[in-house]
């Protein structure tokens, strides 16, 4: 209803009222004993309610720890890795070092044993046995894989440093400018599982070619590739789009750049490439440049050796 004196301007609709009583006389909600409470209507002002059985991906999860047994011996290298100090193969430089003490003595042998219950610095500093931490990220390009980088570019680390107190470190390698999915833990023992050739992982690459991939090349790709006196053979090469630039791999060796190097070795340039798969943990739900701690069930199976 307009009103005719001021055309274009809208009269105010009169709201529900008993008989002779005035539009604003009337609150829109009454208290017993009729004070007004007018937020109370409707849902203006109101929060929404976070529903509190919600996954949060940077909730930070409780693992169940391995039962490990005291009596048992084990190698200096391995305990420091798994107490998040170092990665191994960090440990057998700070033992080469001298900065690694046991019960007071240092100690310079690689292949000393310890048991849990010694005394072990680093640095003077006692060593603790941290919580396990297992992060999934989906690197960014333009990010070095490594906790410390001398020319100060952009690391990993940098993208998960809130993420805990824990010392974690990535679990194998990505280049700089491949994306996709890459651990980060301080489980020494998982991730020497995860980086050793014979536990067979699968990786699954998304590849972007300079140009179509040519039928002879693909033959040649898929009898193998000889890289470092190793042949190495896909598992399965498919084109998910409807050219031959963009192709679907899958691998289980480790060799470093191993991807790139097989299609350069045919006269290709990878101008994209981007690991959506790792030892069955995939990118799903998780933008890039982003992160989320994998859940138990996730850390139960890798444990396990179900990697596919």
Same mark, same amino acid.
């Given at each position: 209803?307009?009103?005719?004196?001021?055309?274009?301007?809208? /009269?105010? /609709?009169?709201?529900?009222?008993?008989?002779?009583?005035?539009?604003?006389?009337?609150?829109? $909600?009454?208290?017993?004993?009729?004070?007004?409470?007018?937020?109370?209507?409707?849902?203006?002002?109101?929060?929404?309610?976070?529903?509190?059985?919600?996954?949060?991906?940077?909730?930070? +999860?409780?693992?169940?720890? +391995?039962?490990?047994?005291?009596?048992?011996?084990?190698?200096?290298?391995?305990?420091?890795?798994?107490?998040?100090?170092?990665?191994?193969?960090?440990?057998?430089?700070?033992?080469?070092?001298?900065?690694?003490?046991?019960?007071?003595?240092?100690?310079?042998?690689?292949?000393?044993?310890?048991?849990?219950?010694?005394? *072990?610095? %680093?640095?003077?500093?006692?060593?603790?046995?941290?919580?396990?931490?297992?992060?999934?990220?989906?690197?960014?390009?333009?990010?070095?894989?490594?906790?410390?980088?001398?020319?100060?570019?952009?690391?990993?680390?940098?993208? @998960?440093?809130?993420?805990?107190?824990?010392?974690?470190?990535? @679990?194998?390698?990505?280049?700089?400018?491949?994306?996709?999915?890459?651990?980060?833990?301080?489980?020494?023992?998982?991730?020497?599982?995860?980086?050793?050739?014979? $536990?067979?992982?699968?990786?699954?690459?998304?590849?972007?070619?300079?140009?179509?991939?040519?039928?002879?090349?693909?033959? *040649?790709?898929?009898?193998?590739?000889?890289?470092?006196?190793? /042949?190495?053979?896909?598992?399965?090469?498919? %084109?998910?789009?409807?050219?031959?630039?963009? *192709?679907?791999?899958?691998?289980?060796?480790?060799?470093?750049?191993?991807?790139?190097?097989? $299609?350069?070795?045919?006269?290709?340039?990878?101008?994209?490439?981007?690991? @959506?798969?790792?030892?069955?943990?995939?990118?799903?739900?998780?933008?890039?440049?982003?992160?989320? $701690?994998?859940?138990?069930?996730?850390?139960?199976?890798?444990?396990?050796?179900?990697?596919?």
């Amino acid at each position: 209803m307009f009103n005719p004196n001021n055309e274009g301007e809208r /009269r105010p /609709r009169p709201r529900f009222r008993r008989e002779g009583e005035p539009v604003s006389a009337r609150p829109r $909600f009454t208290r017993e004993g009729g004070e007004s409470h007018p937020k109370s209507f409707g849902f203006k002002g109101k929060r929404p309610q976070r529903n509190k059985g919600l996954y949060s991906p940077h909730k930070q +999860q409780v693992y169940r720890e +391995q039962h490990e047994d005291p009596t048992k011996p084990i190698r200096l290298n391995k305990y420091l890795a798994n107490a998040g100090i170092c990665s191994r193969r960090e440990a057998d430089d700070f033992i080469q070092a001298g900065v690694i003490t046991v019960n007071g003595v240092t100690v310079d042998n690689l292949g000393v044993k310890v048991l849990p219950t010694d005394d *072990i610095r %680093f640095h003077n500093q006692p060593v603790r046995r941290e919580k396990k931490v297992y992060i999934l990220l989906n690197k960014p390009k333009n990010t070095v894989t490594t906790t410390d980088d001398p020319q100060e570019r952009h690391t990993v680390i940098d993208i @998960v440093r809130s993420a805990c107190a824990e010392r974690i470190y990535p @679990v194998g390698r990505l280049d700089r400018n491949t994306t996709g999915v890459l651990l980060l833990t301080n489980d020494g023992d998982l991730a020497a599982k995860l980086t050793h050739p014979k $536990f067979n992982k699968k990786k699954i690459y998304a590849v972007t070619l300079d140009r179509d991939l040519d039928e002879v090349d693909e033959a *040649i790709i898929r009898a193998g590739i000889v890289l470092d006196d190793e /042949r190495i053979i896909p598992d399965a090469l498919e %084109f998910p789009k409807a050219d031959r630039r963009h *192709i679907g791999l899958e691998i289980h060796s480790g060799q470093n750049r191993v991807v790139r190097r097989m $299609f350069e070795k045919v006269g290709y340039k990878v101008v994209n490439l981007d690991r @959506v798969s790792f030892a069955g943990l995939t990118k799903k739900n998780v933008g890039r440049g982003k992160w989320r $701690f994998l859940t138990p069930k996730e850390v139960a199976f890798l444990q396990m050796g179900n990697f596919a």
